[in-house]
């Protein structure tokens, strides 16, 4: 059986990401290629490994939508973009501080921001691009969050976040660079996305689920699933839970 994820860019208006967004892809196929194109002397024996391509299953790349060279500031912490706009920094990312990441850290939230949303319970896992560090551009700069949540329950935007490591004044990512894994698993065997694009439904979803921390923190999934039960089923997006 196969059940269908949707998939959409958050552009807070920079109606230019829906065009340059690459597409997730599935990480089995792309490492394949990655490995092709680094003229690996064959394909590593782990590819071959059935338990490894069993781990892959379900598991899509997240890239990069823009280039963006970001210099960090250390006293005091700061971030600051070398050719996007205050409005863009705005919306796309934030520094968090020692409340975050403990005394004498910080860390940064930033792109891309994008939903996934299922009218079926399925669970979507974040996981750092930790199988080719060479073309990562956040390895060894930012220590990645990883998180799960269930998609059909919740719909928030997710994007990379993660403490900036100490001795880190600069991080370079280029357009379609690997930048995370997420990764998927419901009852059905198969994971089939479709790209959908903004409107006013699924903004109002998202807002509410991401808004309703604003009120109260540190809501167990659990009670924050039932408390986003009504809206989310009055929208149509929990048909079939």
């Known amino acids: 059986m196969m059940t269908e994820v949707k998939w959409c860019v958050v552009t807070y208006g920079h109606l230019g990401l829906e065009s340059t967004q690459p597409e997730p892809e599935p990480l089995f196929n792309y490492l394949k290629e990655q490995y092709k194109k680094l003229n690996y002397d064959g394909l590593p024996r ?13 598991s899509f790349v997240i890239k990069s939508p823009v280039d963006v060279i970001i210099t960090v500031g250390r006293n005091p912490p700061s971030l600051k973009l070398d050719r996007l706009d205050q409005d863009f920094y705005d919306n796309f990312f934030m520094l968090r501080d020692e409340d975050y990441f403990g005394k004498n850290k910080f860390g940064i939230t930033t792109m891309p921001k994008l939903l996934f949303f299922s009218d079926k319970s399925v669970k979507m896992e974040s996981i750092p691009f930790y199988f080719l560090p060479e073309i990562n551009p956040i390895h060894n700069k930012i220590a990645f969050v990883s998180g799960v949540y269930d998609i059909g329950k919740w719909i928030r935007p997710i994007d990379v976040s993660g403490e900036i490591i100490s ?13 995370f894994v997420v990764r998927f698993s419901s009852r059905d065997q198969e994971i089939k996305l479709k790209r959908v694009y903004e409107d006013e439904k699924i903004l109002r979803a998202m807002r509410t689920c991401t808004d309703v921390k604003r009120y109260k923190t540190f809501i167990p999934l659990n009670k924050l699933y039932d408390s986003l039960d009504g809206l989310l089923r009055n929208l149509g997006f929990k048909k079939d839970i």
Not at 53 to 58: G, H, L, P, S, V
Not at 167 to 179: A, F, Q, R, S, Y
């Open 46 to 58: 782990h590819l071959k490994c059935y338990a490894f391509m069993d781990y892959c299953k379900n």
């Open 167 to 179: 001795g880190v004044t600069e991080i370079k990512i280029k357009h379609n660079d690997p930048l």
